[in-house]
């Protein structure tokens, strides 16, 4: 594919907003086109599926429905959105995609290869060429969503023993695919970590 596919990872709590924005900017200011999108969601379906999934009322959804669930958001969303603007030779800047479910589903919930599996039927070779990951401890981040505790969704209840087992997978990841996963610490000053993110995105333009 011709386009550059970039997706931004990391725990909840962890920054990736700030740098998102940052991203943009990145490329607004070098006149390049991008088009934004996230997960779950990013297409009219996926944005219904991110209602079912977040929602705190669903106390009983199996993990692998949820997994199932986030893979068919991601499949819409790569048939309608990602491929097409790769192919067109777009920059596609992605928060969250399918490291997300490998480690939340992957590891958080257990599900192991499974996730793997089902996931590479959603996203065949839509592959990120690159993907920041925001590495902040779970605690850390956990006390920065804290604050606003009535809005946290399903996920975001999940206990710190959860956000734990998630972040070591994102650490498993980064080791597994060294050559696409670029791990930023996101303990770091806000303009640090932004200047680190140019650094890379330079090198890969
Ligand atoms: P969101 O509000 O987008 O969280 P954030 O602002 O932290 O990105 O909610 C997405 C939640 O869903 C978040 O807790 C991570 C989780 N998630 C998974 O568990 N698996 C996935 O495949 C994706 C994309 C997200």
Redesign the pocket.
């Known amino acids: 594919m011709k386009g550059l596919f970039i997706t931004i990872e990391g725990p909840?709590?962890s920054g990736?907003?700030t740098q998102i924005e940052n991203i943009k900017k990145f490329f607004e200011d070098r006149d390049i086109d991008i088009v934004f999108t996230?997960?779950?969601g990013g297409t009219p379906i996926g944005e219904r599926i991110r209602e079912i999934?977040?929602d705190n009322q669903f106390k009983e959804m199996d993990y692998m429905t949820?997994a199932m669930l986030?893979a068919a958001s991601?499949a819409q969303h790569v048939a309608q959105v990602i491929r097409p603007a790769l192919q067109a030779g777009k920059v596609v800047v992605c928060?969250?995609?399918?490291d997300?479910?490998l480690a939340?589903?992957g590891y958080?919930r257990r599900l192991g290869e499974s996730v793997e599996v089902i996931n590479s039927f959603a996203v065949q070779d839509c592959v990120p060429d690159i993907t920041f990951l925001m590495k902040v401890d779970p605690k850390m981040g956990r006390n920065r969503i804290k604050e606003n505790r009535e809005n946290q969704?399903r996920?975001?209840h999940e206990k710190l023993a959860f956000h734990r087992e998630v972040y070591k997978g994102y650490l498993e990841l980064e080791k597994k695919y060294s050559e696409r996963i670029v791990g930023i610490d996101a303990s770091l000053g806000i303009d640090e970590i932004r200047d680190e993110i140019y650094r890379k995105l330079e090198e890969v333009l």
């Not at 928060?95 to 399918?98: A, G, I, K, L, Y």
């Open positions: 909840d709590g990736k907003s996230r997960e779950p999934i977040l949820e986030y991601r928060d969250r995609f399918v997300s479910s939340y589903q958080g969704d996920l975001e």
